[in-house]
T-cell receptor
Framework: IAGITQAPTSQILAAGRRMTLRCTQD?????MYWYRQDLGLGLRLIHY???????GKGEVPDGYSVSRANTDDFPLTLASAVPSQTSVYFC?????????????FGNGTRLTVT | DQQVKQNSPSLSVQEGRISILNCDYT??????FLWYKKYPAEGPTFLIS?????DKNEDGRFTVFLNKSAKHLSLHIVPSQPGDSAVYFC?????????FGAGTTVTVRA
């Protein structure tokens, strides 16, 4: 089934450790996004990529980095995790050939930083 | 500061009745609006959308209304069904970037 695969599903991480959340899509979408979901705040954009080789900062980029080496993969890295990064992380993609294309989301990664 | 606000964190409705979810926004540059539905342990899925040049869009049991002068949109679900129990996110778009509200949890009672 075409879609977005995120890994891991959940993770408990000690503060100060480095972590990479993986995201792969097989829909050949140009644009990809990382959001975090926190209670009472909805989904907030961390980083995005309009096409392979380019990335941009969203609303809450501090403490996170991304890369987009190819169309399919868009990993999110926490260089040194802090407890405030405890959240549910969603990767998404869209076919930016149309402005009105909706986002397709993965099932999320639940991250707990202790 | 959140540009998209859903002021009702939860809504309980009886099966068969209408569910009305509300959303307010502050950025007048938003030109496209969407509603997403989310079940536990799953990602949000697209439900319905509306362009800023329209004031209503209907898709089966779901209708979205847009009032640009009031910077307000709403989602009507009629009739509500048990499978509609989920979190609903309002989202608004400008320059290919999407801003989300905090979500409204809908519970449909049998």
């Amino acid at each position: 089934i075409a879609g977005i695969t995120q890994a891991p599903t959940s993770q408990i991480l000690a503060a100060g450790r480095r972590m990479t959340l993986r995201c792969t899509q097989d829909m050949r979408h140009n644009a990809m996004y990382w959001y975090r979901q926190d209670l009472g705040l909805g989904l907030r954009l961390i980083h995005y990529s309009n096409t392979a080789g380019t990335t941009g900062k969203g609303e809450v980029p501090d403490g996170y980095s991304v890369s987009r080496a190819n169309t399919d993969d868009f990993p999110l890295t926490l260089a040194s995790a802090v407890p405030s990064q405890t959240s549910v992380y969603f990767c998404a993609s869209s076919a930016e050939s149309s402005y009105n294309s909706p986002l397709h989301f993965g099932n999320g990664t639940r991250l707990t930083v202790t | 500061d959140q540009q998209v606000k859903q002021n009702s964190p939860s809504l309980s409705v009886q099966e068969g009745r209408i569910s009305i979810l509300n959303c307010d926004y502050t950025n007048s540059m938003f030109d496209y609006f969407l509603w997403y539905k989310k079940y536990p342990a799953e990602g949000p899925t697209f439900l319905i959308s509306i362009s800023s040049i329209k004031d209503k869009n209907e898709d089966g049991r779901f209708t979205v209304f847009l009032n640009k002068s009031a910077k307000h949109l709403s989602l009507h679900i009629v009739p509500s069904q048990p499978g509609d129990s989920a979190v609903y996110f309002c989202a608004a778009k400008v320059d290919y970037k999407l801003s989300f509200g905090a979500g409204t949890t809908v519970t449909v009672r049998a």
